[in-house]
């Protein structure tokens, strides 16, 4: 077997654990669906030290503890 065919192989071979390992390992990020919230302007201070533009964003960030900061 020539050195170019050897190396073809090889290569080939590497390709296939590639896409192998990729194909069983399972994904990062799960999916979700998306947090849908109204525009309504009513600011809440959460644990984490953030305002959020209201209480469903801060559900969606899953922030926790929030209050009311009364700035409108």
Partial sequence: ???A???LAGSALVAVLVIGI???APPTVEA???CLCPDIVAPVICD???TY???CRANCAH???CVPTGDI
């Fill in 48 to 50: 984490n030290g953030v």
């Fill in 53 to 55: 533009i209201n209480q």
């Fill in 5 to 7: 065919a050897r190396l």
């Fill in 1 to 3: 077997m020539s050195r």
């Fill in 32 to 34: 979700r669906p998306p």
């Fill in 63 to 65: 922030a926790r503890n």
């Fill in 22 to 24: 990729v194909a069983v």
